[in-house]
């Protein structure tokens, strides 16, 4: 049967075109202006004919968008939760009264089916606004001790371009920040259309600018020395160059970045929903999709048959006019990602994977691709491991459920995942297994904003929607916020930590006198030299170097030596913390149990570990405190242990939506200098009590502290591996941590210079980082010595959605 022609009218898209002479300049501080560059040509992929002219915002450009929004942020912040939710509830209201309008406009500039940007696009635009002014609203009793974090520069693709506006616009807006953001040079009219209805509503200037232009205009906003954070989603290879770009500003970072998404059918599927899966998971949007299903692994037994199947659907989709309202794919965005498809497809039939696509043929018009099918890929091929975002998927067979898991987790990706079973232990068995940021359970690419989204591994870092979304933008009050809230909250608290320290001091000159507590007079007579060597894998271990570096007391006199570690031992240590995985997957109460035997058997040896801290330049009286609170603090991450727990989120459809913290994996942790015990046991506690296993790196000036728990670990039942010390130059071993391709994420308590090398160091695997930018932590403060930040930097969540019913 043929189908004629539905179309849809693009005649109120022109209309407003045309009304402004086809051509726009920039939206800043609540007007529009010409800017100061070139101007560009937009493009409709389905006709390749030009829609309107666009404006490159240069630097001095980004600059007068910064400065507006700078200008309008305490105004914005000061408004209060309430006032913050009206306007994004006012702006929901708005993009709903212009859906039609707003979704034709989508489908001329991008090329996808109006059936896709009118009924998912732009509700999910909508919905993204009401559920983020319902954040404004509760942000004051949800997140006590938040502030916003500023200005925040935003740059997004073309794939989705309203949907990605409103990704990230809401949550930055609820949270009280102002932003830039800068649409995709392939698709900007949406966002400019946006930029309008903020007017329209009476949004205050300043709020939210829009400025036009590709990557040169994005490159300048990431630089702005007066913007706080920058949000990214795009191709992992600029997010690379994102993360070496804000290394060491303080700038705070979330990358969202390409997937290799792997769709996994097990024998007991029912293979016709997994059939529509596929064409959900693949040819939505023209498979320009970062979390696209692009690897379907299936079971032997059934491959042929889904095989057959797929053929016959594909057979019977409708590619064309996006304007169509019968049309399942309509065009490539631009002739640069046709040829990189055409290309990445020659690849894969030389490679010998045999290729299929359907009898018919595509448009001649405009820049589009056949949906198409690989069998016969060997996993190593190149087409089963780079990012094609296009209509093209591949598929393999596994035998064994173990196999499946190894095949899905072959790629350096990590964004999303799907699995297909009738059976729900099996399911939820292998969900996870997965390092991916969303498992979709016999349902795939469904987004709502109550659940987050974002990726493991080199898919980035950060979570947009959902309550795990809101972190992004939000800094803890008096730690970072550069914003001028933030600098007022930071100025204010620096004052109560002032206080706060002084009081400590207070306590330490007391202390030295005080009568109640343990002295540690230092001793008189030469103290027993002693040489710790490195703990790896729950062993003591000579360093590779062969050398020691002496540790001297507070008077000079040697008191030890330890091992000077270098890249090998490194090298070992991130081994033996990948072969303790198995820790992730013990029972958190399992892990409580082990941390309060750890704080019992360091109890015992209390009057010691005073002693040596008493060694150091730590006051008698404070070192007995340090103990005392390092003994708490282990009391507090064994509590914790089994007590941070994730979210069941309430998406629109029939399903459960479980977010899970997941430990990152393997951390590497450099402890700060200052209070050298209370500082190690606050950094490697927290990520131990969420399930990672660690490579440590404690002070270099007190390593001692230390090493001196070498036994008592050994004593607690803490599994060999689990966490491993290192001694030796801390920045050194710093930038091999940094580097590593097999440490999943980096704390690093230290200098600023230090804390932008590592950061610059750590793009080959795109780690999760965590510096403190040379702001030394008060470790036995309990509010910034210890909690939430900690265990949040500990972990990353899981979305796993979970259908019933119908
Ligand atoms: P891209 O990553 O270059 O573009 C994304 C955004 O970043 C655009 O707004 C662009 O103007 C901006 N940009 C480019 N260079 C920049 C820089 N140095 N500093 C700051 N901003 C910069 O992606 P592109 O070139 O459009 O597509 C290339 C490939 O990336 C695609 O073939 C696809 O594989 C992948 N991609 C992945 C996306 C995802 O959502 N994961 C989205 C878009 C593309
Ligand atoms: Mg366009």
Redesign the pocket.
């Known amino acids: 049967m043929a189908y004629g022609p539905a179309p849809e009218s693009a005649g109120a898209a022109n209309e407003w075109l045309e009304q402004h002479g086809r051509r726009f300049g920039l939206f800043i501080g609540g007007s529009w202006t010409p800017g100061s560059g070139d101007t560009f040509e937009t493009l409709n992929p389905a006709t390749g004919k030009p829609i309107a002219r666009l404006t490159q915002a240069t630097e001095s450009d980004v600059n007068s968008a910064v400065g507006a929004a700078r200008d309008a942020q305490p105004g914005w912040w000061a408004l209060g939760g309430h006032g913050r939710a009206r306007y994004l509830y006012a702006i929901a209201r708005e993009v709903q009264k212009h859906s039609r309008h707003l979704a034709v406009l989508e489908s001329l500039d991008n090329g996808k089916p109006i059936r896709e940007s009118r009924d998912i696009d732009v509700p999910l635009v909508a919905r993204h606004f009401y559920h983020h002014a319902g954040w404004a609203q509760l942000m004051e009793q949800e997140l006590p001790g938040r502030v916003p974090v500023g200005v925040v520069g935003q ?5 989705f371009p309203l949907l990605m506006l409103a990704w990230k616009i809401a949550p930055a807006l609820a949270m009280g920040n102002t932003v830039v953001l ?5 698709t900007s009219l949406t966002a400019l259309r946006f930029a309008e209805l903020c007017a329209e509503i009476g949004l205050p200037a300043g709020v939210v600018n829009i400025i036009t232009g ?2 040169r ?3 300048a ?2 630089a702005h020395p007066e913007v706080d954070k920058i949000a ?4 992992t ?2 997010g690379r ?2 993360r070496s770009a804000t290394a060491g500003s303080g700038k705070k970072l979330s990358l ?4 290799k998404s792997p769709f996994l059918v097990f024998s007991d599927a029912d293979l016709d929903s997994v059939v529509e899966g596929v064409v959900d998971a693949i040819w939505f949007n023209q498979g320009q999709v ?1 979390c696209a299903g692009s690897r379907i692994l299936v079971q032997e037994g059934v491959s042929e048959r889904l095989v057959t199947k797929l053929k016959q659907r594909m057979e019977t989709l409708r590619i064309g006019d996006p304007l169509d309202k019968a049309v399942d794919m309509g065009a490539i965005i631009a002739p640069v ?1 046709l040829e ?1 498809i055409q290309e990445l497809v020659r690849r894969g039939e030389e490679e010998g994977a045999t290729l299929w696509q359907p009898s018919w043929s595509c448009p001649q018009d405009g820049w589009f691709f056949p949906p198409t099918l690989f069998t016969e890929v060997s996993p190593a091929a190149t087409i089963a491991q780079v ?1 094609i ?1 296009g209509p093209v998927v591949v598929l393999m067979t596994f035998r064994t459920p173990a196999e499946a898991v190894e095949l899905a987790n072959n790629t350096r990706y990590g964004l999303a995942a799907s699995v297909w079973s009738e059976s729900i232990n099996l399911a939820l068995d292998i969900a996870p297994q997965l390092k991916a940021g969303t498992v979709w359970v016999n349902c795939t690419n469904v987004f709502d904003a109550a659940s987050g989204f974002g990726g493991y591994r080199e898919s980035g870092f950060g979570r947009e929607g959902g309550r795990e979304g809101l972190r992004e933008y939000v800094a803890w009050a008096g730690q970072r916020g550069r914003g001028e809230a933030g600098k007022r909250e930071a100025r204010a608290s620096s004052k109560v930590t002032g206080q706060k320290r002084r009081s400590v001091k207070t306590t330490r000159t007391a202390g030295s006198e005080d009568r109640d507590l343990p002295r540690f007079p230092a001793s008189p007579l030469p103290p027993i030299n002693r040489t710790a060597k490195l703990y790896i894998g729950g062993k003591q271990v000579r360093p590779d170097s062969g050398y020691s570096m002496a540790v001297v007391d507070s008077s000079d006199r040697l008191i030890g030596e330890v091992g000077q570690g270098n890249r090998k031992d490194i090298r070992n240590a991130v081994e033996a913390a990948h072969k303790a995985a198995g820790w992730a997957r013990t029972t958190a109460h399992n892990r409580a149990q082990v941390l309060y035997y750890l704080a019992e058997n360091l109890a015992a040896r209390a009057e010691e570990f005073g002693e040596r801290l008493a060694s150091f330049s730590t006051a008698a009286g404070d070192a007995a405190r340090e103990v005392e609170l390092t003994i708490e603090r282990i009391y507090t991450y064994a509590a914790w242990a089994d007590k941070y727990d994730g979210l069941v989120h309430h998406t629109p459809y029939r399903n459960v939506t479980l977010a899970m913290p997941e430990p990152i994996g393997v951390l590497g942790i450099v402890c700060p200098d200052e209070s050298p015990l209370l500082g190690f046991i606050s950094s490697v506690l927290p990520a131990v009590a969420m399930g990672n296993t660690v490579v440590a790196v404690p002070s270099a000036r007190a390593p001692l502290a230390a090493t001196d728990l070498y036994q008592v670990i050994d004593t607690s039942d803490v599994p060999g591996g689990v966490v491993n010390i290192v001694t030796g130059n801390s920045d050194e071993l710093a930038r091999v941590l940094a580097a590593h391709d097999d440490v999943d994420g980096l704390w690093y308590f230290g200098t600023a210079e230090m804390s932008a090398e590592v950061e610059r160091l750590s793009t080959g695997n795109m780690k999760r980082m965590w510096v403190d930018m040379g702001q030394r932590r008060d470790w036995f403060d309990r509010q910034h010595g210890a909690g939430e930040e900690f265990l949040e930097q500990a972990t990353q969540v899981k979305n796993i959605w979970i259908p019933y019913g119908e």
């Open positions: 740059i997004i693709p073309w794939n800068k649409p995709a040079e392939f590709d990557g205009t994005g490159a906003l990431v990214f989603t795009g191709s290879e600029v160059i994102i969202e970045l390409g997937g970062c990602q990189k990012e975002f």
